[in-house]
Protein backbone atom coordinates (compact mmCIF):
# COMPACT_ATOMS: atom_id res chain seq x y z
CA UNK A 1 0.00 0.00 0.00
CA UNK A 2 1.31 3.27 -0.39
CA UNK A 3 0.38 5.00 2.62
CA UNK A 4 -0.47 9.00 2.15
CA UNK A 5 -3.01 9.60 5.19
CA UNK A 6 -0.50 11.50 7.39
CA UNK A 7 3.50 12.36 7.48
CA UNK A 8 3.08 10.29 10.94
CA UNK A 9 3.27 6.96 9.06
CA UNK A 10 7.06 7.16 8.25
CA UNK A 11 9.07 4.54 10.36
CA UNK A 12 12.75 4.76 11.68
CA UNK A 13 15.06 4.32 9.45
CA UNK A 14 17.65 1.42 9.72
CA UNK A 15 20.26 4.31 10.48
CA UNK A 16 17.90 5.99 13.24
CA UNK A 17 17.16 2.56 14.75
CA UNK A 18 20.86 2.26 15.43
CA UNK A 19 21.27 5.39 17.02
CA UNK A 20 18.14 4.54 19.28
CA UNK A 21 19.60 1.38 20.32
CA UNK A 22 23.46 2.90 20.91
CA UNK A 23 21.56 5.79 22.91
CA UNK A 24 23.22 6.94 26.27
CA UNK A 25 20.03 7.14 28.83
CA UNK A 26 19.42 7.61 32.39
CA UNK A 27 15.73 8.80 34.38
CA UNK A 28 14.56 11.44 33.09
CA UNK A 29 12.23 12.64 36.15
CA UNK A 30 15.46 12.91 37.77
CA UNK A 31 17.37 14.79 35.22
CA UNK A 32 19.32 12.49 34.55
CA UNK A 33 19.30 11.32 30.40
CA UNK A 34 22.08 12.60 29.04
CA UNK A 35 20.88 12.24 25.69
CA UNK A 36 17.37 13.94 26.51
CA UNK A 37 19.74 16.88 27.62
CA UNK A 38 21.30 17.45 24.76
CA UNK A 39 18.41 16.86 22.60
CA UNK A 40 17.10 19.84 24.49
CA UNK A 41 19.42 21.93 24.33
CA UNK A 42 20.45 21.52 20.56
CA UNK A 43 16.23 22.06 19.72
CA UNK A 44 16.49 24.99 22.67
CA UNK A 45 19.34 26.36 20.10
CA UNK A 46 18.28 25.56 16.81
CA UNK A 47 15.27 28.20 18.00
CA UNK A 48 16.45 30.62 19.80
CA UNK A 49 15.37 30.37 23.00
CA UNK A 50 16.93 29.77 26.57
CA UNK A 51 15.65 25.94 27.25
CA UNK A 52 13.66 23.37 25.57
CA UNK A 53 11.51 19.90 26.97
CA UNK A 54 10.73 16.87 25.01
CA UNK A 55 7.37 15.81 25.50
CA UNK A 56 5.26 12.66 24.09
CA UNK A 57 3.18 14.51 21.67
CA UNK A 58 2.62 17.65 19.90
CA UNK A 59 -0.72 18.00 21.76
CA UNK A 60 0.98 18.08 24.75
CA UNK A 61 3.00 20.44 23.92
CA UNK A 62 0.54 22.85 22.78
CA UNK A 63 -1.71 22.21 25.74
CA UNK A 64 1.15 23.15 28.31
CA UNK A 65 1.89 25.90 25.89
CA UNK A 66 -1.79 27.27 26.30
CA UNK A 67 -1.66 26.90 30.14
CA UNK A 68 1.91 28.53 30.32
CA UNK A 69 0.19 31.71 29.67
CA UNK A 70 -3.52 30.93 30.89
CA UNK A 71 -4.92 30.65 34.26
CA UNK A 72 -8.67 29.05 34.96
CA UNK A 73 -11.04 31.59 33.71
CA UNK A 74 -8.93 32.86 30.88
CA UNK A 75 -9.35 32.54 27.12
CA UNK A 76 -7.01 32.48 24.44
CA UNK A 77 -7.64 33.66 20.34
CA UNK A 78 -6.96 31.14 17.95
CA UNK A 79 -7.75 30.44 13.80
CA UNK A 80 -11.04 28.27 13.57
CA UNK A 81 -9.44 25.27 11.98
CA UNK A 82 -6.67 25.30 13.60
CA UNK A 83 -5.28 22.04 15.40
CA UNK A 84 -5.40 22.92 18.98
CA UNK A 85 -9.29 23.86 18.68
CA UNK A 86 -10.26 21.09 16.84
CA UNK A 87 -8.10 18.04 17.50
CA UNK A 88 -7.27 17.93 20.87
CA UNK A 89 -9.98 17.08 22.94
CA UNK A 90 -10.56 20.52 24.24
CA UNK A 91 -8.34 19.68 26.86
CA UNK A 92 -7.53 23.34 27.76
CA UNK A 93 -11.41 22.77 29.02
CA UNK A 94 -10.93 19.61 30.76
CA UNK A 95 -8.06 20.05 32.55
CA UNK A 96 -7.44 23.53 33.21
CA UNK A 97 -10.29 25.24 33.22
CA UNK A 98 -9.66 27.97 29.54
CA UNK A 99 -12.16 29.10 27.02
CA UNK A 100 -11.18 29.82 23.64
CA UNK A 101 -12.36 32.84 21.03
CA UNK A 102 -11.59 31.10 17.24
CA UNK A 103 -11.59 33.26 15.00
CA UNK A 104 -12.14 31.88 11.17
CA UNK A 105 -8.99 32.43 8.60
CA UNK A 106 -8.28 32.14 5.14
CA UNK A 107 -7.18 28.99 4.70
CA UNK A 108 -5.50 29.06 8.38
CA UNK A 109 -4.39 32.65 7.60
CA UNK A 110 -5.60 35.02 9.55
CA UNK A 111 -5.23 38.98 9.46
CA UNK A 112 -4.58 41.54 12.46
CA UNK A 113 -7.61 43.51 11.74
CA UNK A 114 -9.74 40.17 12.61
CA UNK A 115 -7.91 39.89 16.06
CA UNK A 116 -8.40 43.70 16.97
CA UNK A 117 -12.15 43.94 18.27
CA UNK A 118 -11.33 40.56 20.20
CA UNK A 119 -9.86 41.39 23.07
CA UNK A 120 -12.24 41.17 25.71
CA UNK A 121 -12.57 44.69 28.55
CA UNK A 122 -11.49 43.77 31.77
CA UNK A 123 -14.73 43.55 33.79
CA UNK A 124 -16.43 40.85 35.94
CA UNK A 125 -18.44 39.83 33.27
CA UNK A 126 -15.98 38.47 31.02
CA UNK A 127 -13.50 35.86 30.65
CA UNK A 128 -9.73 37.67 30.38
CA UNK A 129 -7.77 37.45 27.15
CA UNK A 130 -4.58 36.60 27.22
CA UNK A 131 -2.97 34.45 24.19
CA UNK A 132 -3.19 34.05 21.01
CA UNK A 133 -1.97 30.87 19.17
CA UNK A 134 -0.88 30.64 15.42
CA UNK A 135 0.09 27.11 13.32
CA UNK A 136 2.68 26.82 11.16
CA UNK A 137 1.96 25.13 8.57
CA UNK A 138 -1.76 24.63 9.08
CA UNK A 139 -2.97 21.38 9.18
CA UNK A 140 -6.64 21.95 7.87
CA UNK A 141 -5.33 24.35 5.86
CA UNK A 142 -3.14 21.75 3.82
CA UNK A 143 -0.18 22.78 5.15
CA UNK A 144 -0.24 26.47 4.20
CA UNK A 145 2.86 28.82 5.15
CA UNK A 146 1.55 31.40 7.51
CA UNK A 147 3.10 34.11 5.57
CA UNK A 148 5.83 35.58 7.36
CA UNK A 149 5.15 39.35 7.26
CA UNK A 150 1.73 38.77 8.70
CA UNK A 151 2.85 36.77 11.69
CA UNK A 152 5.14 39.63 12.54
CA UNK A 153 1.87 42.59 12.38
CA UNK A 154 0.01 39.74 14.51
CA UNK A 155 2.93 39.14 17.03
CA UNK A 156 3.66 43.07 17.39
CA UNK A 157 -0.26 43.97 18.14
CA UNK A 158 -0.33 40.80 20.49
CA UNK A 159 2.85 42.38 22.69
CA UNK A 160 1.14 45.64 22.11
CA UNK A 161 -1.91 44.49 24.24
CA UNK A 162 -0.65 42.22 26.15
CA UNK A 163 -0.99 39.26 24.27
CA UNK A 164 0.87 36.12 24.90
CA UNK A 165 2.35 34.48 21.72
CA UNK A 166 2.24 30.62 21.66
CA UNK A 167 3.12 28.89 17.93
CA UNK A 168 1.99 25.37 16.74
CA UNK A 169 5.01 24.74 15.13
CA UNK A 170 4.31 20.94 14.32
CA UNK A 171 5.29 21.23 11.10
CA UNK A 172 7.60 24.29 11.53
CA UNK A 173 10.38 22.51 10.04
CA UNK A 174 8.34 22.24 6.67
CA UNK A 175 7.91 25.93 6.68
CA UNK A 176 11.39 26.56 7.06
CA UNK A 177 12.66 24.63 4.10
CA UNK A 178 9.90 25.63 1.78
CA UNK A 179 10.96 29.73 2.48
CA UNK A 180 14.51 29.70 3.91
CA UNK A 181 13.67 31.72 6.74
CA UNK A 182 15.25 29.92 9.61
CA UNK A 183 13.21 27.87 12.37
CA UNK A 184 14.52 30.49 15.09
CA UNK A 185 13.78 33.53 12.95
CA UNK A 186 10.37 32.28 13.04
CA UNK A 187 10.07 31.65 16.53
CA UNK A 188 11.71 34.80 17.97
CA UNK A 189 7.86 36.59 18.35
CA UNK A 190 6.69 34.30 20.39
CA UNK A 191 6.97 33.66 23.61
CA UNK A 192 6.44 29.56 23.41
CA UNK A 193 6.87 27.22 20.69
CA UNK A 194 6.24 23.63 19.98
CA UNK A 195 7.72 21.15 17.45
CA UNK A 196 7.46 17.90 16.35
CA UNK A 197 10.09 15.46 16.01
CA UNK A 198 7.32 12.20 14.24
CA UNK A 199 5.40 13.99 11.27
CA UNK A 200 8.15 14.81 8.24
CA UNK A 201 11.26 14.46 10.18
CA UNK A 202 10.24 10.77 10.52
CA UNK A 203 11.17 9.91 14.42
CA UNK A 204 8.58 7.32 15.97
CA UNK A 205 7.62 9.42 19.20
CA UNK A 206 8.09 12.99 20.52
CA UNK A 207 7.88 16.48 20.49
CA UNK A 208 9.09 19.25 22.08
CA UNK A 209 8.45 23.20 23.83
CA UNK A 210 10.60 26.02 23.96
CA UNK A 211 10.79 29.18 25.84
CA UNK A 212 12.69 30.93 28.41
CA UNK A 213 13.73 28.80 31.47
CA UNK A 214 10.94 29.93 33.78
CA UNK A 215 8.97 28.60 30.79
CA UNK A 216 10.04 25.52 30.79
CA UNK A 217 10.62 25.30 34.47
CA UNK A 218 6.73 25.60 34.86
CA UNK A 219 6.19 23.40 31.63
CA UNK A 220 8.15 20.42 33.39
CA UNK A 221 6.19 20.78 36.29
CA UNK A 222 2.87 20.86 33.88
CA UNK A 223 4.07 17.74 32.18
CA UNK A 224 4.59 15.62 34.87
CA UNK A 225 1.11 16.73 36.07
CA UNK A 226 -0.38 15.43 32.86
CA UNK A 227 0.96 12.00 33.04
CA UNK A 228 3.88 13.18 30.74
CA UNK A 229 7.16 12.54 33.12
CA UNK A 230 9.47 9.54 31.48
CA UNK A 231 12.28 7.69 32.31
CA UNK A 232 14.87 6.12 30.12
CA UNK A 233 13.25 8.45 27.23
CA UNK A 234 16.85 9.06 25.76
CA UNK A 235 15.93 6.15 23.13
CA UNK A 236 13.07 8.07 21.87
CA UNK A 237 15.26 11.56 22.38
CA UNK A 238 18.32 9.73 20.04
CA UNK A 239 15.86 9.05 17.13
CA UNK A 240 14.84 12.72 17.25
CA UNK A 241 18.67 13.87 16.94
CA UNK A 242 19.32 11.95 14.34
CA UNK A 243 16.30 13.35 12.46
CA UNK A 244 17.12 16.91 13.04
CA UNK A 245 20.83 15.55 11.48
CA UNK A 246 19.59 13.51 8.93
CA UNK A 247 16.10 14.61 7.74
CA UNK A 248 15.53 18.27 7.91
CA UNK A 249 16.92 19.09 4.66
CA UNK A 250 15.45 16.20 2.70
CA UNK A 251 11.49 18.27 3.77
CA UNK A 252 12.38 20.01 0.41
CA UNK A 253 11.72 16.18 -1.67
CA UNK A 254 8.12 15.43 0.31
CA UNK A 255 7.15 19.38 -1.22
CA UNK A 256 8.26 18.25 -4.58
CA UNK A 257 5.96 15.25 -4.22
CA UNK A 258 3.27 16.94 -2.82
CA UNK A 259 2.89 19.04 -6.37
CA UNK A 260 3.18 16.14 -8.73
CA UNK A 261 -0.29 15.06 -6.64
CA UNK A 262 -1.28 18.53 -6.92
CA UNK A 263 -1.30 18.25 -10.60
CA UNK A 264 -3.02 15.16 -10.96
CA UNK A 265 -5.72 16.76 -8.79
CA UNK A 266 -5.91 20.05 -11.99
CA UNK A 267 -6.09 17.77 -14.35
CA UNK A 268 -9.28 15.94 -13.23
CA UNK A 269 -12.51 18.31 -13.80
CA UNK A 270 -14.51 16.62 -10.94
CA UNK A 271 -11.62 17.71 -8.38
CA UNK A 272 -10.33 20.35 -6.94
CA UNK A 273 -7.86 22.00 -4.47
CA UNK A 274 -8.43 23.73 -1.82
CA UNK A 275 -6.65 26.05 -1.33
CA UNK A 276 -5.33 25.93 -5.31
CA UNK A 277 -1.72 26.38 -4.59
CA UNK A 278 0.54 23.65 -2.63
CA UNK A 279 2.64 25.16 0.02
CA UNK A 280 4.19 21.96 1.26
CA UNK A 281 3.61 18.09 1.55
CA UNK A 282 -0.12 18.52 2.50
CA UNK A 283 -2.65 18.46 -0.70
CA UNK A 284 -6.02 18.67 0.45
CA UNK A 285 -8.72 18.76 -2.60
CA UNK A 286 -12.58 18.87 -2.71
CA UNK A 287 -15.00 16.41 -5.02
CA UNK A 288 -17.74 17.42 -7.20
CA UNK A 289 -20.67 16.53 -5.00
CA UNK A 290 -22.99 14.99 -7.73
CA UNK A 291 -20.29 12.46 -8.26
CA UNK A 292 -19.88 11.36 -5.08
CA UNK A 293 -18.22 11.56 -1.27
CA UNK A 294 -15.16 11.84 0.16
CA UNK A 295 -15.52 8.59 1.97
CA UNK A 296 -16.22 6.64 -1.23
CA UNK A 297 -13.55 8.28 -3.22
CA UNK A 298 -10.64 7.26 -0.39
CA UNK A 299 -12.55 3.85 -0.22
CA UNK A 300 -11.81 3.41 -4.43
CA UNK A 301 -8.62 4.47 -3.77
CA UNK A 302 -7.62 2.24 -1.11
CA UNK A 303 -8.94 -1.06 -3.68
CA UNK A 304 -6.26 0.18 -6.35
CA UNK A 305 -3.16 0.21 -3.10
CA UNK A 306 -3.08 3.86 -2.12
CA UNK A 307 -4.90 4.81 1.68
CA UNK A 308 -5.82 8.69 1.75
CA UNK A 309 -7.42 10.12 4.25
CA UNK A 310 -11.59 11.88 3.89
CA UNK A 311 -11.62 15.14 6.01
CA UNK A 312 -15.01 15.95 5.36
CA UNK A 313 -18.00 15.00 3.02
CA UNK A 314 -16.19 15.90 0.06
CA UNK A 315 -12.37 16.70 0.98
CA UNK A 316 -9.85 14.28 0.80
CA UNK A 317 -6.31 14.60 2.10
CA UNK A 318 -3.18 13.50 0.97
CA UNK A 319 0.26 13.60 2.95
CA UNK A 320 4.03 13.31 0.87
CA UNK A 321 6.50 11.99 3.77
CA UNK A 322 10.19 10.32 3.97
CA UNK A 323 8.70 6.92 3.33
CA UNK A 324 6.56 7.20 0.05
CA UNK A 325 8.68 7.45 -3.08
CA UNK A 326 8.64 9.54 -6.19
CA UNK A 327 7.92 6.24 -7.88
CA UNK A 328 4.96 6.16 -5.48
CA UNK A 329 3.94 9.23 -5.93
CA UNK A 330 3.59 8.67 -9.50
CA UNK A 331 1.94 5.21 -9.75
CA UNK A 332 -0.95 7.08 -6.59
CA UNK A 333 -1.04 10.16 -9.51
CA UNK A 334 -2.32 7.71 -11.88
CA UNK A 335 -4.51 5.72 -9.45
CA UNK A 336 -6.04 9.39 -8.80
CA UNK A 337 -6.73 10.02 -11.92
CA UNK A 338 -8.34 6.76 -12.80
CA UNK A 339 -10.39 7.05 -10.28
CA UNK A 340 -11.85 10.43 -10.96
CA UNK A 341 -11.90 9.40 -14.15
CA UNK A 342 -9.74 10.98 -16.18
CA UNK A 343 -7.05 8.69 -16.14
CA UNK A 344 -4.98 6.53 -19.25
Known sequence: MIDLRSDTMTKPTPEMR??????????????????LQRLEARVAGILGKEAALFVP??????????RLHCAPG?????????????????????????AVQPIQGDCGVLSVDQLRDRVRPDNDHAPRTKLICLE???NRGAGRIQPYETVVEICQWAKSVGLARHMDGARLWNA???TDIPPARWAQHFDTVSVCFSKGLGAPVGSAIVGSKDHIHQARRLRKAMGGGMRQAGILGAAALYALDHHIDRLVEDHQKAQLLAEAIRESPRLKLVPEEVDTNLVIFEIEPKWGTAAEFVG???????????VAKHRVRLVTHLDVSEAQVGQARDVILEVSGFGK
Do not use: W
Open 176 to 178: AVA
Open 300 to 310: KLKERGVLALA
Open 74 to 98: DEFLCEADCHIFNYEQATYAQLFGL
Open 136 to 138: NTH
Open 57 to 66: SGSMGNQIGV
Open 18 to 35: VAMANAEVGDDVFGEDPT
